[in-house]
């Protein structure tokens, strides 16, 4: 802040606030200044924010009317001119309410990415949560693949694998969960649906766990039957992609490296154009966040980061094979934070 000569910076952006603050609420802004620090948040908070706050020299400001409004007086009565704000996270309709709460004598600099990129690298405690919870993504999958069966429903897997985190511990699923079973598997971001699954069908599952507000982010493609030859040879293909993804990860090296490794594998098997996503992305306490692991991405990548590798190949009208784990870069190369079963799993 003081780099950028900024007089107070307004956080909107609820993961930017939880991590300056801890506060896990859904309605807030952080207003910071060179000297202090004031959460304003509405009065359903008024106890949850001095609990979570108790650790941090923040005040709590409790709003009667609009977030906006209050956050804007605040900054017209310290008098701040030089004001940082998360511009690509606030409407135009919402910057008009600070614009007109904070006065005309307000500059406003647009801020954007600057604690999203501390947020890329992790503290200690910070990958012990997502191990944590990769952990009850892991054994979470794994205990219902018994049900994985002719005339399961997607949404029945789906339920039983959200029901089995929140037992294991998790606060919720991390998004939507995605069982795609057959043709739907080739659409890589399918949630589940009511669609039972037939003999000689792949089914992708993609899932994750919150916990103490930190996601996991794993996929698992298991086959109902024997596997023909073909879908062996393209399951094979990608786990050598992702292996290939992971030790290209490591300090120093662009995340275009680690992404362009897992393009030559399945390049190589004649798959390239059957990969229709990038590799990774950043995960934290948000699902995706920063690196991105992607084609041009310059990123420069640091010990601490935790990323996801999830090469995929689809195939429209038959089905999909994705792997994915998280994986945290060390000094060294990158450990894996998931280990759930990687190999082929034929069931039923
Ligand atoms: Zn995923
Ligand atoms: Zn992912």
Not at 25 to 48: F, H, K
Request: with cysteine; glycine share 10%; proline share 3%.
């Amino acid at each position: 802040m003081s780099a950028d000569n900024l007089d107070a910076l307004v956080v909107t952006h609820l993961p930017n606030i939880f991590y300056l603050s801890s506060f896990s609420g859904s309605s807030a802004i952080l207003v910071v200044t060179p000297s202090d620090a004031t959460l304003i948040t509405d009065p359903r908070y008024t106890v949850q924010a001095k609990q979570e706050l108790a650790e941090t020299k923040a005040k709590v400001q409790i709003a009667r009317g609009p977030l906006l409004m209050a956050a804007g007086e605040q900054l017209k009565a310290i008098r701040a001119r030089h004001v940082g704000f998360e511009a690509a996270r606030i409407t135009v309709v919402q910057k008009g309410t600070l614009d007109g709460a904070a006065g005309k004598r307000t500059r406003w600099v647009a801020w954007d990415g600057r604690i999203e990129k501390a947020r890329a690298v992790k503290d200690t405690e910070e990958i012990q949560t997502i191990r944590e919870a990769g952990a009850i993504a892991c054994a979470a999958w794994a205990d219902i693949l018994p049900l994985v069966k002719v005339g399961a429903l997607e949404s029945d897997l789906a339920a039983e694998i959200e029901y089995n985190m929140r037992r294991k511990g998790a606060s919720g699923p991390a998004f939507d969960l995605i069982v795609a079973s057959g043709e739907r598997g080739a659409l890589p971001h399918a949630r589940a649906s009511r669609k039972a699954i037939k003999k000689n069908e792949l089914v992708v599952f993609d899932l994750g766990a919150i916990l103490r507000g930190y996601s996991s982010d794993l996929t698992r493609t298991v086959f109902v039957g024997r596997a023909p030859r073909e879908v062996r040879r393209c399951y094979k293909a990608v786990l050598e992609a992702q292996e290939a993804a992971r030790l290209a990860l490591k300090p120093g090296v662009h995340s275009e490296e680690v992404d362009a490794a897992a393009r030559r594998v399945l390049q190589g098997a004649g798959l390239g154009d059957k990969f229709i996503h990038s590799t990774g992305h950043g995960l934290g306490l948000e699902v995706h966040e920063m690196p991105r692991i992607a084609r041009g991405d310059k990123s420069v990548l640091q010990p601490g980061m935790v990323v996801t590798l999830e090469p995929g190949v689809y195939f429209e009208g038959q089905g999909g094979i994705r792997t994915e784990d998280d994986a945290l870069v060390t000094e060294r190369g990158a450990e894996y934070l998931t280990q759930a079963n990687r190999e082929l799993i034929e069931l039923g």
